[in-house]
């Protein structure tokens, strides 16, 4: 079983920065066998969208369109921590953000509780 906690959500005005962090908790071969991680995020009213994932393996990771150029998806070097630097925010990033986990990009299995975003303008 693996424990996801994310942090470093916030108010911030448009054009500012944040950068969330994911941590993993758990038995090392749980985490160990995470491939992939994601943040995805949730504005009311709206579905839930994958916003950046990257490969534990390595290669070049996924952004969104609405947010490529503007966030970046990072890892620790343990692995164990997920980071998503969010710059030259807007107003239509608010929203609840999630870290998740998986073996595959196709599925998540692990979830975080969330962490508010809030863009005013």
């Known amino acids: 079983q693996v424990r996801l906690v994310e942090s470093g959500g916030g108010s911030v005005q448009a054009g500012g920065s944040l950068r969330l962090s994911c941590g993993a908790y758990?038995?090392?071969?749980?985490?160990?066998?995470?491939?992939?991680y994601g943040w995805f995020r949730q504005a009311p009213g709206k579905e839930r969208e994958l916003v950046a994932r990257i490969y534990t393996g390595g290669g070049g990771p996924y952004y969104a369109d609405s947010v490529k150029g503007r966030f970046t998806i990072s890892q620790a070097n343990n692995k164990n921590t997920v980071y998503l630097q969010m710059n030259s925010l807007k107003p239509e990033d608010t929203a609840m953000y999630y870290c998740a986990a998986g073996i595959s990009s196709a599925e998540y299995k692990y979830w975080g509780q969330g962490t508010q975003v809030t863009v005013s303008s």
């Open positions: 758990g038995y090392s071969y749980s985490i160990n066998s995470l491939n992939y």
